[in-house]
């Protein structure tokens, strides 16, 4: 009798476990989801996004055109922004298009412009199979009074057969990820938004690293580690001298 109802508990007790582990499978399930049809978009990532900083931005390409290598992609400059300078890549020649300014401005160290980089295209020399990815830097200076405000980089990626247009710009409140091709995007932070700076980061894992290991660069462990293995060797001899006393 007992056994019966520890068994109808145990039923009572997995069921709504059960239950919990799937809606958490079912979870995951969409997040996994999210995240696969987010990486398939042509998309941003960035060393710092803080407002009046210097950041190198890194377009990624995941994908060509619906089986098709891709041969050019051609990134449009927001007006928020003067210069960019472009990184190298070996497999694509690069050329950055400019523009006049319908007034002369400043540039970030006082001198006058009278136009602005708009568009950088990257040509492929050997075209980026479907199947492959590939990355694009451009390093520039992020508008100083922009914090809180998104800034959009159409780009057009044209492959041997066809093209896709990643323009899409959201309307207010709307997702990016709802949209078909959407354009890559990055929101400027206020200054200091980022935290620490990854130099500042070395050094502090740099001072952590030698708190660590002591003046004579030891670690904790290691002391330990000789420790126990010489009180192990030590024991070893004993023994080994009263096995010979014993003969």
């Not at 377009?59 to 992609?73: E, M, Q, R, Y």
């Amino acid at each position: 009798m007992t056994a019966i109802k520890n068994e109808k508990a145990h039923a009572k007790t997995a069921r709504p476990l059960a239950m919990g582990a799937a809606a958490a499978l079912g979870g995951l399930a969409l997040t996994i989801g999210g995240a696969d049809a987010a990486s398939a978009h042509v998309t941003i990532a960035s060393d710092t996004d803080e407002a009046g900083a210097y950041s190198v931005l890194t377009f990624s390409v995941p994908h060509g055109c619906d089986g098709s290598a891709t041969d050019k992609i051609a990134i449009q400059v927001p007006d928020e922004i003067d210069a960019v300078t472009p990184t190298r890549n070996p497999f694509y020649s690069v050329d950055v298009k400019t523009e006049k300014l319908d007034h002369p401005a400043k540039d970030s160290h006082g001198n006058e412009m009278t136009e602005r980089d708009s568009e950088v295209v990257y040509k492929a020399k050997t075209p980026l199979p479907d199947d492959q990815r590939d990355t694009f830097e451009l390093s520039l200076k992020l508008p100083d009074d922009a914090a809180g405000k998104t800034l959009h980089f159409p780009t057009v990626q044209t492959c041997e057969k066809g093209e896709s247009a990643w323009v899409q710009v959201p309307a207010q409140g709307q997702d990016a990820d709802d949209l078909e091709l959407p354009a890559p995007e990055i929101t400027i932070t206020e200054p200091g938004a980022d935290g620490e700076h990854p130099g500042d980061t070395a050094a502090k894992s740099a001072d952590v690293d030698t708190a660590a290991r002591g003046d004579d660069g030891q670690t904790p462990l290691t002391i330990a580690s000789l420790v126990v293995g010489t009180l192990g060797l030590i024991g070893a001899i004993i023994a080994l001298g009263r096995g010979r006393k014993k003969g």
